[in-house]
């Protein structure tokens, strides 16, 4: 069982950026493949970005590459997202997922609560 806690969500200005993290339990943390997506509101959960256990490979949504980039750090069992240049239209709830599998197609395991993130204009 991996239990998944979000933060560094918020409200921020159209520019701005935020840097999330999550924030896994459990002490095989580097065997799962970490993502992260969101969800605005009236729309489908859409894919951001995942990362493989081993740092390696990471993948990003089309639409998100330049402005967002996602990292980890195994000895910390935290997974970052690094949200640039933010838009109103990335305002969503952010969520973290773990996946067994590979990172890409990612197929989620575990799911954190989300945290809210807020682009104002």
């Known amino acids: 069982q991996v239990q998944l806690v979000e933060s560094g969500g918020g409200l921020v200005q159209v520019g701005g950026s935020l840097r999330l993290s999550c924030l896994a339990s459990?002490?095989?943390?580097?065997?799962?493949?970490m993502g992260w997506f969101r969800q605005a509101p009236g729309k489908e959960r859409e894919f951001v970005a995942s990362i493989s256990g081993s740092v390696r490979s990471t993948y990003l949504a089309d639409s998100l590459k330049g402005r967002f980039t996602i990292s980890r750090d195994n000895a910390k069992n935290t997974v970052y997202l690094q949200m640039n240049s933010l838009r109103p239209e990335d305002t969503a709830v952010y969520y973290c997922?773990?996946?067994?599998?590979?990172?890409?197609?990612?197929?989620?395991?575990?799911w954190g609560q989300g945290t809210q993130v807020t682009v104002s204009s």
């Open positions: 997922a773990a996946a067994r599998r590979s990172y890409y197609p990612f197929q989620s395991d575990y």
């Open positions: 459990g002490r095989t943390f580097s065997s799962y493949a």
